[in-house]
Nanobody
Framework: QVQLVESGGGLVQAGGSLRLSCVIS????????YGWYRQAPGKQRELVAS???????TTAGAVKGRFTISRDNAKNTVYLQMNSLKPEDTAVYYC??????????????WGKGTLVTVSL
């Protein structure tokens, strides 16, 4: 089993920054992909960014140039640096991990989420 715990969410004004952290524990040797998802009220969950064990990253178009995913292997932690935040970035952000992406649901393991609220 793998456990993920997110932190770093909160209330920020538009244009501000936040850094989300996700500490991963358990059978991490089974993990090859890490991702940050978000779900805004009334909307479907969407993949924001991902990073592989080898360091390959992807970023969704809506946040490209503003959000950066990174990983600290020594700390078993994945980060999401969010800059130039907009009100439309308001959502619950989830950290996820797994051996690979699965079309039906994404990744195997999920954190409980952390709320990010961006005010005008």
């Amino acid at each position: 089993q793998v456990q993920l715990v997110e932190s770093g969410g909160g209330l920020v004004q538009a244009g501000g920054s936040l850094r989300l952290s996700c500490v991963i524990s358990g059978n991490i040797f089974s993990i090859s992909v890490y991702g940050w998802y978000r779900q805004a009220p009334g909307k479907q969950r969407e993949l924001v960014a991902s990073i592989t064990r080898g360091g390959f990253t992807t970023t969704a178009g809506a946040v490209k140039g503003r959000f950066t995913i990174s990983r600290d292997n020594a700390k078993n932690t994945v980060y999401l640096q969010m800059n130039s935040l907009k009100p439309e970035d308001t959502a619950v952000y989830y950290c996820a991990a797994g051996p690979a992406f699965v079309k039906e649901y994404g990744l195997d393991y999920w954190g409980k989420g952390t709320l990010v609220t961006v005010s005008l």
